[in-house]
């Protein structure tokens, strides 16, 4: 069964110079502007119950899509097909009254999507208690912050029972607490077989939450299919155009995640040698011990969770990657002075210097807790061998 078909649709805007040229063309029936393409011949289907991935650079039309899937823009051209109800959260705050009160937007936001009176009324304690905003729901929603508008954003659409979510960038606002329960519902939905449009910058989300992704450049479909292909040429393309891209978007994280209170956290990273103890100075092929101390805010609460290690040079060249989730373990126990040992049997870099950087997330490993660089450690020079990895071979040369 087909959720959502799009057949060649494409969205043409107008530009003009100045408002100015907009009353010169209706009154002279001549035109002013210079058209733009937001999109162009777009099609694809979503099967029901897939998540629907959607990736590319700011401008290349993702937001334009998905408000014409959710049907608050209307394409220039095309068809657009959609079975079943549609819960959208697209720019924060869309479909809000500033001057009516929370509350009040419930019920206006819900008559959209379609419900009664007597489906709103069974359904407003539910989104109200899922928000955390009771103290608030009564005032006018121009008092809000963007946390409380995304808070009360979410709850309706993950409250009302959509058969098609279409969520864009909305993970991205709001503190650590709601992100998570968001992401629980997310994952509810995907368990109950919903229909779901994801867009999102963070590849890393799209990779573990969705079932195929969609790569646009400039209102055009560039890919379409496998995540983790589509990802990997997206993530080329990005890289060849701006080579600081990751380092730039991860400094931004890290500085958005400093500002937040966190429940559980990174005390330290030691890099340490077979026997535990902390050094600096290795052989190619020694063993290497990571080891992790979490704390958390209370000293007796805990929470589970994926942790992620990743090996980068000192020029940021990225050399490895994994985490407790790919590698099929349970969930790992959060608590306060936990200590956790990664280890590395006959750790194969050559000469250079280097550091691992630790993550920790949630138990979907969608949401992030903390991340940590440890200390550079260094291989020392002992090999003739070029390049960074110290390869076992043999030479067979007959006679």
Partial sequence: MISVETKNISKIYKIYPSPLHRLKEILRSRAY????????????????????GIIGENGAGKSTLLKILARTLKPTTGEVRIQG????LLDLGAGFNPELTGEENIFLNAYLIGLSKKEVDSRKDEI???????DFIKRPVKTYSSGMYLRLAFSIAACVDPDI?????????GDQHFQKKCIDR????KKAEKTILFCSHSLYRIQELCDRTMWLNSGKITALGDNSQVIKAYDDFVREKDSQFESTESSAESAADAGESKNVWIERIVVADKNGEEIQYFS?????CVKITLRTREPGSACKGHMALAIYRNDELHLFNTTSKIEGLSPITFHDNKEISIEFKSFPLLFGQYYFVVTIGDEHALLKYDSKCSEIFHIKKEHKEFGILDIYH??????
């Fill in 33 to 52: 502007h210079a058209p733009f393409a937001a999109l162009s011949d777009i099609s694809f289907v979503v099967p029901k119950g897939e998540t629907l």
């Fill in 85 to 88: 109800k549609v819960a959208a």
């Fill in 128 to 134: 109200i208690a899922f928000s955390e905003i009771a």
């Fill in 165 to 173: 979510l279409i969520i864009d960038e909305a993970l991205s606002v």
């Fill in 186 to 189: 997310m994952m509810e939905f």
């Fill in 284 to 288: 190619a092929g020694d063993d290497v």
């Fill in 394 to 399: 043999e030479w067979r040369i007959p006679e």
